[in-house]
Structures are given as structure tokens and as C-alpha cells.
């Protein structure tokens, strides 16, 4: 099984996290590729960057599709483009952010997800309450920005672990979600050291995105994610042949 | 991997096809151990039935714990008994309904879930509802007994297509999931008949475990799922040992 | 006017407790008859006891209906089993949690629910949602376990006014409702103590169940609280006669 | 015990048909005092006769206050005036649609009500929206002026049978809320005819201020019912006395 | 365009205060005339003040709308008497809460109410539900009588102050409703001091009417705002000819 | 004032439609500037259209900044790329779905919105449902593309009036909104011929946009819609300048 792991933003070193916590979770007969996205911002921190990184990210699906991925994953914890990639591709289309509340919510009845930048705050919010988690989900932010999770000496794994005691403390949390995919290699030891379920969402978009291939799930194809109609597209984004995808 | 599935109705036929359906689904090293509960109605249709299946239920997922299952799952759509066998368990444990309705929601942005008996509409809306799904699900009963699903000359599987048809039209449903787990071998001829989704929850449930275990998580240990507290057990259910997990 | 109020527990003084606020709320004609459940928990705190609980609580439920109970109040804030016993029963049965809020509903605009366990928080809360008081009832735990109030020498009822006064000065609260069966002799007291309402589920149950058989009404028989349909029942708790209701 | 029971329109023969309905809900040492309200419309339809009924409500419970009421009832389903009734008494005050849903909410999962004008439609869909039974509760509307009741030529009990038929086939309505004080004489033979719960909101109502004075409960007075700030009144309305209430 | 005003206390001051606001926001061929309702509390604080002072308020407007007034503000944070306003009248009718959540909603993902009397949270918290703004709104109470606004020498400007940094600080607040029609004066300097969006909702609402007007658009005269029935009002309301509104 | 409308699709016979709808609800003192977007599909119909449209929209509303707008209307009823442009910007932005929902607000209490393709019904309704307006808003597609509004021969009008009698019939509808800025042209007709409110979503933008400038507020820029931080953007999307709207 060949699996297409997005990472919307254009910071190769954050794909390599990714690409490890995608290979940890994968079963053994499961092939990851990752790939960085060649288009759109260093990191994806609000509602700005979340649209301009999404054409790229659809080129690398609809490339991926193309050739013969199984299913691809959106490696951004604001899910960004998800919708539109659905109703672009064939395959199935999972979100990070999405797979992550799934598991934490067969674990635990309230939980707490932790994201990077104050910008984020209010985007992770509304998915929480798209994905109808919000009774029981909880979101905070530690106020920095994705890319110092790149910097060995930075000081955010801390201030992530000081975040986790509070929600434990003040939210009840049963526990965490972790709300970036640049996250993903701190997982293990933060579950150790709470003791508590600590979720990763690129390790679980990858067991979901196996879970839909093994059972032969793909997405519907009527209403919401019908494929997009034929019509013409200008500028240089028709240089990309998305819209070639919209051909019945 | 060991993976528990329980029926916890009585009837035994309908556990053959529940372990055929978590079969299908299990991966080359999962080993699906299906038992059929020896305490309770032959059929689980409301709230009455459900409350008289769950020590029964119980008693298998301590049983099965104690003899090295990874995983448990609860094979009926009322998710009987869950919160449960999640503070007494260990191991993690998945319901069919929110496995299925968590996979349904990767594949369509509106869905309809359609269960067997009228006395179970209520209950499963309340599930849905439960799981934040309300604002996309709508739940359909065939007014059928379960029981007959194990009828060959039932004309129930008549009356589901005519309902899957309705729920399509005048639900705009994207994706259909079935809302029973006698169900479970109907999903792969429906699928392909009506050209959407369709969702078992026995399938779901299964990928949903394997997918918990191989991450290694389980259910968090504070607040709701806090092991029980060791105290006094009255009456003829003491003789199942439940009491023993309370022992911290 | 026979009323049967079940502690669905096991501990005897707790229904002592429970009976004498029963009598105190009970009209001149009102016949009160308090009963310990002989199967189950010596008390429930969170999920596990709950669904242990059950079986014991609707045998009683049932012995008191054939014994002409015009109306049956199950006496823990849980509300456990209530869905099953209005399944199983024709007379009327009322939870002391949905008798307790609606009553808090006419006498304030926000309140604050004071529970004993911290492993009963989330159930209550799930409660509070589910009886559509979300948007202005907030829940407390006193983190005791509950028969700490058995006990004179308990620190308990200290904490529960430190609580009630953290609800008033945090909250906004308006009234606070008890939320455990076993609190119910301190209603009044708190109730001066404090200046504002104060509510026990025990007497507010009495009072909703002698409202419903004045005016002649009875849990409706179609839908979710059907009758349960006649089907064999197997293992030991075949033995409690329960099924012998599902004869229609 | 003394109950005050108004009928916020200006139709002395409503009136009559509420009393009857109280004094047939009232326990035996209840004394129901059932008056008409001196200024306002002739039947409450919607906001604007809602509006201008309630200083005429509340000077009539002002006055029932001072004359010893122990509570009072506002017997308009629209539950007009009262939150500024529960801020100016001291006494309980309930109104018939919150009693009505409550006492459903006991017996039916899913119920509708049944109003009159296509007025009150929204806004008893508010109530139902404000008292947290969204979720399980549908509205109707009969499409005839709420004067028509007192018309024994009147086709309107006809119509509402019909209603009533529909809501059992089309909302799967497991019970009945008469939806105006002047249905309140229909609740019993229409429970008999149709074999469901009928609620009429005048007996419940009833049965609730019983309640309520029976434990010694009144209104929470701090926020949002705290008694109104002694300030000066202009106008006519000054001339009823209202504001004398507003003295600490 | 002559856009009718009203202040529906009695305060004269306050009235002089929201003039000046409704004409600085107001278009060049607007005319403002901004009445004090004549009947009624000195300040609106709650529910009971604002139910007495519904009847003056619909006296004005009705007065308003005989002498030509396009459109017609309430201007009172309650958004006093608006749906029964809006069923008399035939011109457009903006409640100032409303019309601030709107354009506050527009530069904000979330904000905070900031109104005076701790009366006036819950029924301020309750129109934010309604409007549909809960899961972004915050409400905060000063405790302070609304009169003191009117008062050059208090302290409430200092104590509006706290509670904004406190809004910014705790709600993560990103733009601040003045939750009084009296604090209209204060929009801009307080803008200017915090460097957020101050949004008032006098000159919200005069915006809100002259656009509806300029569209041509009017109130729906279908469902809950159809024109009141014709029918007999009794009392010394049935002087304001109010009723008179009422003829077909 | 100055005021850019963009037309986010690719078709300028769309944007003469739109621009004529601006300009008829514009000020005396208003010049509308409307463009197409250069880059994007010719029509917007779900997810996939939408995600394509934004980088171009996005391109025009930082030209217009830099040219001196005072605000930008963004003329799709999905309010495409509405909190991306409200992040980049410091002009206000308005949204023409959710300028017609508050619009149609302040004169139903139920309305219907009609948009034109089946792909659209979904987002739309999302849109609803984040606006707040879900208890009272339903949505219907005719199910036709929307370049058809562009062919004169085209029944898509008569489809229009057949879906506004059903929404008046079956939905209660008060008001209706057209949901598709390409039927701005046809608001006043269908309001004539149906009497009832009909709202086009580009003239109200262009009426909360003039009401925002003339209150001299913009968009808060703390928390979601805070400026970008400053970061490296890849691919041919940096050709467009965007990213320069990132430095502080």
C-alpha cells in the first residue's frame, strides 16, 4: 500500500518529522512517501498561510493519484485544503487534525489539544467544532511560532510541557493531542512522562488512511465531494493541470 | 495482535457473521477472537436489552483482558455498555457506532445511519449526537427485528435497499453506514450497488483497534475512565469477578 | 399514593438518608416505600458502577410495580438505568438528576451542580447536555468518594460549602443542586446558610413522580420506551423474572 | 396553599377553563385563585400581544403577592412575562410551557406541541429552544386564532386531532403538549383516544408550584432574577404600583 | 431619511448621549430624531425594567412610524421589545445588540459584551445565544448601575477599562461590544486606547437601518412577525392606540 | 469612499452583473470598483472551485489595498477566502453570505437560502451554521451550474421561483436570500412577486462595508485575523507580491 504524505508547507526538515512518525505508525506492508509541497509558505501558522499553501498541496495529491498512491494525508494540523482535496481526488483524503480527534475521543471523554501559534488558536477551534468535539475538547496555544520546533535549541518542548500540566490541572484533560505536525517525534516521551494518552496526528491519519484502503473506503462522490465540473481556469494556476481533474 | 470482538446478544449465528466481517477486515497478524456473551437477550433492541446485556458484556472483556487481548471491540450499534468496559478495562476498547461513524466522516460531509428496529432510533440519534456528528447524520429505522437479519427468507435486506434509496434522495446523504452489526456482511454488495460508501462497523472497529494498539495507546486513566475504586460488590453479579478489577 | 424509591446502591444507611427526605417531601397521602437494591455496588461513582448497578436496580423496579407502586423514583444523581427502567416499566419512573434540574430550571437562570467523585464528574455533565441545561448549569466535583457521607467524622460537608461558595463567587450561580443522593439531609440547611436555593434530587423526584400520577400520566409506549419485545434471555440474570415483562 | 393562577389575556371565559383545569391538577389543601388579567389583548398570538399583556400579569401577581399567594402561574404557553415576574415576586412564579415541556420530558424521548396561530409558532420554538429540548421536541401550529376555543361551534378540536396524527406518523411524537391554556380541557380524552401522554401545561403547572412551595423553594435572587434596583417609574404604569416593588 | 430613535428609558441625559451618537454615525441625508420613551424605569437593568418599559417603547415607535420615520432603532443593549416592535410596525426595526454583534462579527473571530448591571448579564448572555454569536462571544458585567454613566464624576470609565484588558488578557478577545446604549460616547477613545475594533451598537444600528432602507428591504410579514390579529385590548394600555395597529 | 467588489470567478459577465447590483446600492459618495479575478475557475460551485479561487481574489484585494480601497466585498456567496483576506488586510473585508444572513436577521426570524449548485448546498450550509444562523436558516440548491444565470435563455429563473414557493410552503420562510452573487439582479423582482423580504448579498455588503468604514472600524489584528508573520514563500505564488503583505 502506497501512501502520499502531504507536508502543506515548504520546510523540507519538517517533512523529515513527519516522514519518521509516518513510518513508525505504517504497517509493514505500507510504503510512505513524503513529500514537501514545492509551493506556499515556510510554515503554515492561521488562516493566511493555510490558503496559499493549498494550491500546492493539491498538485502534489493530484500528482500522487496519478501515480498510484492509495490514499493521501494532509500533514497540517489545520487540515488545510482537506475539502477541496476530497472532492479533487478519488483516493481517500485524510486530515491530521481530523484523525487525531478521532483517536483521542475512543480514549478519553475530554481531551486537550495543544497547537503552536496564537494564530492557530481560533482555526483549531473551528475544526474542533466541525468535527463536533467541542463538549469535550479543549484547545490552547503556546505562543510560538512552528518553526523554532525546527531549532534544537529552542525552548518550545518546555513550554509545550508546561502547557500539557496546566491542561491536565485546569481542563480535566484525559488527555493530549498534540496540534502540529512538527510535533509528531515528541509523542512517546511526552505519553511516558504524563502518563496520559498523548495523540500524534500524523501517526493517526496514517493507520485511518489504512483502515479506509483495507476496507475498500473511498470518498463519496455525490453531493459535497462530487468531482468538480469541467470548466475553464486562468492564470498560472491552470499551469498545474488540477483542472484536468475536473474532466468527467 | 489479539483482538476481542464481543456479541453481546446471545445469539450465536449473528456472531458468525460478525467475526466473518472482522476477519475480512483484520490485518495478516491480527488473530480476532469472537465470543458470544452467555448473559443476556438474544437480540439488543433499546434500552431495556441494553441494560441487561452489559455484564455480560463485561464479564468477556475481563475475561478476554486477563487472557492477553490488545484490543477489545463491542459488536452492536448501541455501542452497549462502552464508557463501561472503558474505566474497567486496561486494553483499549472501540464501539461499532462511533468506529463507523468517525470512518464515515472522512468519506462525506452528510451521511445516514440505518438501524433495524424502531425501539433503537432514538438511542442510536442519541449516539450520534453524542459524537458530534448531529449536524451531518440523520438515523433511519427499518422497523424490523434484528433477529430476522438470521432469517435467510427475510425480506429485509428488500427493505434496507428501499430505505438506502430514500435516505439518498431525500437526506442527500453521501455515504450510508449500517446500523446494526448483524449487517456486517451486507456492506461490500451495497457498496457497490448504489455507487457510495457504505459503512460496516464491525470492519471499522476492527481497524480502529489495530490502529490503537500498533500506535500504542490506550484509554486515558484520569477522570471518566479512572479505574473504578475498590469497593463492595453485591448479589450474583459478584460472582463474575468483576469486582477483581476495582483492586487498584 | 405508593411511592417506590430504590437506592440502586447497596449500602442501607445511605437509603435511610434517602427515605427520610423522601417522607419530608412526600404529600399527606403520599406512602413512601425505600428500598436497597440487593445486587450492585455499595455505591456508584462514574460508568462501571453504574452499569453494575442496573440489573439489581430494575429488579426492584419491577418487584415494586407488580406489588402496585403507582410511580418508582431511582435514587442516584446518575439517573442509572432510568432509559431501561422506563423501557421495562408502565408506571411512571423519575431520576432524581432530571427531577432536581428541571426544579433548579424554575428557580434560576445559571446553577451549579456540586457531585461527590471526581470519576462522576463527566457522567453528570453528560446529564446537564443531554437534559438541555448545558448552556446554564456547570457541574463541580467534590473529589470524596461518596460514602465518606456515611461517615460523622467526615471533612465532607466542609468541602461541599467551600465548593458551593466557589460556584457562587465563579459561576455566577444562582442556586446549586446536590448532586449526590446521599446529600440529600443537607439541603435545608445549606439552603439558609447561603440565601439562595438549594436542591436535592431526592424530594424534587417525589414531587415529580406524585405530579405525573395526579394528573394521570404515564411513560409513553411508543418509540424509545416501547415495551421491550418478547425474546429468550439467557444466564444467570434469566433468573430475576425481568424478561417476563417483555411479554407483551 | 394558596395559588395564583392568571390568565394573562383580557377573556374571562379562558379563564374558566384554565381554573377548572387547576382546580382538577390542585392537591386537596390547594386553593387555586384564577384571575384575568385587567389590561391587555383579548389572546396572546405572537410577540406584540405577548408584549402588551405583561404589565396587566404582573400587577395582577404584584397584588397576589401581597394578598398571600404561596406562588403564582402565568397560564399563557407562551410563558409570557416570565422573567420579569421571577424578578419582581418573591414568591415562585411558573409558566405552563416550561411545566408542560418538563413533564414531557419524563415520559416521551421525542414529543411535539401543538399550538394554535401560526403567531406563536416561532416563538414557542424559542421556549422549546430555551428550556435545552431542541434535540427531542417539535412545533406545530394549527393555523386558527386561539379565540376559537371558546367557540363550541368550532371546528378546532377536529384539526387538532389531525395534528396530533401527523405528529405520531411524521416526528415519531411519543407524546403530546397542548401547546395554549384554553386546550387545557381536551388533555384527558385525547390521551384516551390516541393512547399517548397528553400534557396540558395548566395541571403541570400546577403540580410544579405545589412542588416548589411544598420544599420551601423560591426564586434564586441574585443575578439574573435579583429583585430590580429601587429607581423611578414615569407614565401610567407608575400608576400600578409595579415599582413599589423595586424598594429593597 | 428620517430615522426614528429611541431611548425606551426615561432618562432624558441618556437619550441627548445616544443622539450624538446616531448623528455622528449617521449619512448626510439621514435626519435623527431621537425620542425618550415616556412610560417606563429611569434605566433598563433585566428583565422586569425592561418588560415595563415595552409598552412606552412601542408608543413611540408606532407615533414614529404614523409621522414618516423610514426605520426605527431601540436603543437599549437588551434589544428591548425588538420582535414585537417589528410585528407593529411596517418599518425596518434594529435593536442596537444585534447590530453590534453583526459588525462585530465581521472584524472578529471573537470578542467580548461589556454591559453594566450584574441584571444584565444573563439576559445580554442570552441575546448573544439567540443571535447565534455564543461560541465566539464572551459577556462581562461592570456591577455598576447604568445611571452612574450619566454621573461625570464616577469611576466607571476606570472600572470599563479593567474589565477590556481583562477581556483581551482572558477571552483572547479580539474586538470589544460596549454592552449600553450609554456608552456610546466612549467608542472611540477607547479604540484608540486599546488599538482593537470598539464597536458601539447606536452607530451600528443607524447603519443597519439606513442600509435596509437603502436596499428597500422590510420586515417579513409571514410567521412570527406577521401583523398582530385584530382583536379587543383592555386597560389603560387600550389608550395608546396601539391596538389600533392591529387592523388588517 | 472608495470600495472594491472582486469578483473571485473568472467570468466578467458575472462581474458586470455584480458591479451593477454595487453600484445600485452604493451611496452617493461611494465609487465601486469591481474587477474579475485573473487567476481561478469561471465559476465557484464547492470546495475544490473555491480553494482554487482564493491566490487570485487574494491578489486583487492587495492591489486594491495598495490603490486606496477603503474596504473589499468579496462577490461569492461561499465567502471565499474571507478570513484569509481578512488576516492579509487592514481594510475591512466583507463576506456577501454573511453580509445577507445578518441582513435578513433584522427581518425574519425564518429564512431560506437558494444557491444554485448541488456541490454548493453543503458549504453553504456550513457557512449558515458558522454564522450562527442554524435554528432559523435552511438552504436549497436549484442544482444548476451557475453560468447558466449568464445564458439568457436559461430557465433557471423559473427554478428559482419554483424553489422560493417551496421554501415558503414547506419551510416557513419569512424572508429568502439569494444565494449566488450571480442573482443579484433579480432581488427586486422576486420580492415583488412574492411580497415577502428577498435579500442579495452584494448590495448588503456593500452597506455593511460603507457602515464600516463610516464608523472608522476595521478588522481586530489580535488573535485570528492578526497580519502573517514574515516568512519565505515558495513557488510561483510568491510571483504575486502576497507575502510582502507579511513584513511588519
Known amino acids: ?20 512518525a509516518a513510518r513508525a505508525a505504517a504497517g509493514p506492508s505500507t510504503v510512505i512517501e ?21 494550491p500546492g498541496l493539491l498538485a502534489e495529491i493530484a500528482r500522487g493519484e496519478r501515480a ?19 472532492a479533487m481526488a478519488t483516493i ?4 491530521i487534525c481530523e484523525a487525531a480527534l478521532s483517536l483521542a475521543s475512543f480514549l478519553a471523554r475530554r481531551f486537550t489539544v495543544v497547537t503552536m501559534s496564537q494564530r492557530s488558536l481560533v482555526p483549531v477551534a473551528e ?19 512552528v518553526l523554532e520546533l525546527e531549532d534544537p535549541a529552542s525552548s518550545v518542548v518546555a513550554v ?6 496546566r491542561a491536565l490541572a485546569e481542563d480535566h484533560a484525559e488527555a493530549i493531542v498534540l496540534g502540529c505536525a512538527g510535533m509528531a517525534d515528541l509523542a512517546v516521551a511526552l505519553r511516558e512522562e504524563f502518563g496520559i494518552p498523548v495523540v500524534d496526528g500524523v501517526g493517526a491519519a496514517v493507520k485511518q488512511a489504512e483502515a479506509l484502503v483495507a ?4 470518498t463519496g462522490k455525490r453531493g459535497a465531494y462530487a468531482r468538480p465540473a469541467v470548466k475553464p481556469y486562468a492564470g498560472l494556476l491552470a499551469g498545474f493541470g488540477l483542472e484536468g481533474k475536473a474532466v468527467a
Open 92 to 95: 481517500p483524503v485524510i486530515g
Open 1 to 20: 500500500m502506497h501512501l502520499l504524505v502531504v507536508n502543506p508547507n515548504t520546510t523540507a526538515s519538517m517533512t523529515a518529522t513527519i516522514a519518521a
Open 160 to 165: 509545550l510541557r508546561g502547557e500539557i500540566a
Open 215 to 218: 476496507l475498500g473506503l473511498a
Open 127 to 145: 475544526l474542533v467544532r466541525r468535527y463536533g468535539m467541542e463538549p469535550r475538547a479543549r484547545v490552547r496555544a503556546l505562543g510560538i511560532p
Open 68 to 86: 498510484g498512491a492509495a490514499a493521501a494525508i494532509i500533514a497540517c494540523f489545520d487540515d488545510t485544503g482537506l475539502d477541496a482535496a476530497r
Open 34 to 54: 513524503a513529500v514537501t509541497s514545492t509551493m506556499g509558505p515556510a510554515s503554515i501558522e492561521g488562516y493566511y498561510d493555510e490558503a496559499l499553501a493549498v
